[in-house]
Structure formats: structure tokens, C-alpha cells
């Protein structure tokens, strides 16, 4: 009976997933998302109209630019 219990308990810990293995969604890079956006990104644009994922070996400081769902490019700048 004790080996029923083990067992439930190993698999129910197998099955969990800790908190730092859970999966963010992935913006395409240079996509222009809300300022508000939720989860971390790496390295992010900052433009007037929101912000971007960027490429990491982008530098802080060094222009960039963001693309709206129209197409249009916004202008910007590497903020981290």
C-alpha cells in the first residue's frame, strides 16, 4: 500500500512544473508590442508607440526601430 503512495508521489513530482522551467510566449523580432507588455524580454526597442524584441547583440543607447502591423517602422532606442 506504501509503494502506491511513493509512486503517485513521484509521478505527480515529475509531472509539476517548477516555476523557473515555465515557457514565456516569444514576440517575433521587431514587432511592436504595447509599454505595458507582461514578460521578459531580453533586449528591448522603446519607441513612442511601445516597444520590441531586438536581436541581444544590440548595444543599450544604440538606435533601433520597431515595425506596427501595418508595416510602418518606428523609430526607437535600445533601452536594455
Known sequence: MRWRFA???????????PAT???FPEPHLYQLL?????????R????PEGICLIPFTVFPG???QCQRADGVWVPGVCTR
Not at 7 to 17: C, D, F, K, P, R
Not at 34 to 41: M, Q
Not at 44 to 47: D, E, G, K, L
Request: charge should be neutral; glycine fraction near 4%; hydrophobic fraction near 45%.
Open 7 to 17: 509512486a503517485a508521489a513521484l509521478i505527480g513530482a515529475a509531472l509539476s512544473v
Open 21 to 23: 522551467a515555465q515557457r
Open 62 to 64: 544604440a538606435p533601433c
Open 34 to 42: 504595447p509599454p505595458d507588455y507582461p514578460y521578459p524580454l531580453i
Open 44 to 47: 528591448v526597442c522603446s519607441t
